[in-house]
């Protein structure tokens, strides 16, 4: 039997599935001009393939440095991260990773700017546009496909942009603080979309946030982060049923709950970082 057979007859996901993430005891030193900065220290995580995953932590304690690591743009100075079977040591291409800021290339409509990553692996265009257009109409942005990016809203240039990433069916889909500078209703709809768009997709999101409310609305699990130098601190299963009314779940009595167990541990680490400074 295969190991792939073996997995599924076990029920679960092989070991080699590139939806699973597992990090063993990362550690992150950064240099910068001879004096050397421990950013993350002593990681493990295993990430389940399909699994909302949510970084919550005081800014600086390293939750976008763990990111970096696993897109391949900063190295890893000790410990291991793993795609699948796969360790991740360069640029790490089967990911796809939404930062604060949407990325939009200013000379290039929306449609163009979407399919852009389908054009850079040589896919025709008949084809690219076809299914820039359709996932455009998706996420609500249908007759702006035309439109340059300055000529869109904040919300609707993060829309073109997690669209962008969806369309390149990445297993996994990092998201660093996606609806950061946005207004709350806009929020509100992106986070309602996002989790329309990812039900049912299969995919695995690594998602940061520093928004206690947007972390428990949207994951599976939530993982803290200690103050500066960061390490998990604790992670907690948000058993609230699915799908959810990002709209009304706080209003709900495990909402209330959750928040105030999650709010202490979070309240620990900020005093921490602030008293630093
Ligand atoms: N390229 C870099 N060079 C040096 N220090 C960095 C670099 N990137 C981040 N840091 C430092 O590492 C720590 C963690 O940063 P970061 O991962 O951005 O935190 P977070 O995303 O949780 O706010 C901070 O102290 C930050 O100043
Ligand atoms: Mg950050």
Known sequence: MTALRRAAAAGGA???????????????????????????????????????????????????????????????????????GRPITGVNTDVGYITQDDNLLPWRTLLDNVAFPLELRGVGKGERRERAHELLR?????????????????????????????????????????????DAQTRLLLQDELLRLWSGSGKTIVFVTHDLVEAIALSDRIVIFTS???????????????PRDVFHIYETDRFTELFDLLWAELREEITKARARH
């Open 138 to 182: 998706s996420v609500g942005l249908a007759g702006f496909e035309s439109a340059y990016p300055h000529e869109l809203s904040g919300g609707m240039r993060k829309r073109g942009s997690i669209a962008r990433t969806l369309l390149v069916d990445e297993p996994v889909i990092l998201m660093d603080e996606p609806f950061g500078p946005l």
């Open 14 to 84: 092989p070991a080699g599935d590139p939806r699973r993430l597992t990090l063993e005891r990362l550690y992150k030193v950064y240099v910068s001009r001879g004096e050397s900065l421990l950013a993350v220290r002593d990681v493990s995580l295993k990430i389940e393939p399909g699994e909302f995953v949510t970084f919550l932590g005081p800014s600086g304690c390293g939750k976008s440095t763990v990111l970096n690591m696993l897109a391949g743009l900063e190295s890893i100075t000790d410990g291991s991260a793993h795609q699948g």
């Open 228 to 242: 500066t130098p960061g390490t998990i601190k604790s992670i907690h299963t948000i058993d609230i049923p699915r």
